[in-house]
């Protein structure tokens, strides 16, 4: 079956950096592209970062512009999320997605999520 399973997430002082990954199984990796999410207390989840099937940067959310890449390893069957110049704001739950089009209709996938958490 589909898996998403994120790490990487921790406690970290304002300035400081995390890389996330996400460890993908149960599809062909290669083939889709993937999304970052993160959900603050008490907001919305929003879109953080999206990358083509061959790691091209899709988008960016405005508030991580300068600061925050996506990247991706096809034959690892990972894609990361670099946080530099982390902010108390960035605090959230980042979550992996993945959108499988099979034909029928179209299938979401989330991870678990992984707690980020941004305070001196």
């Known amino acids: 079956q589909v898996q998403l399973v994120e790490s990487g997430g921790g406690l970290v002082q304002p300035g400081g950096s995390l890389r996330l990954s996400c460890a993908a199984s149960g599809f062909t990796f290669s083939n889709n592209i993937m999304r970052w999410y993160r959900q603050a207390p008490g907001k919305e989840r929003e879109l953080v970062a999206t990358?083509?099937?061959?790691?091209?940067?899709?988008n960016l959310a405005d508030s991580v512009k300068g600061r925050f890449t996506i990247s991706r390893d096809n034959p690892k069957n990972t894609v990361y999320l670099q946080m530099n110049s982390l902010k108390p704001e960035d605090t959230a739950i980042y979550y992996c997605y993945v959108r499988l089009t099979t034909g029928r209709a179209p299938l979401d996938y989330w991870g678990q999520g992984t707690q980020v958490t941004v305070s001196s």
């Open positions: 990358i083509s099937t061959l790691g091209g940067i899709l």
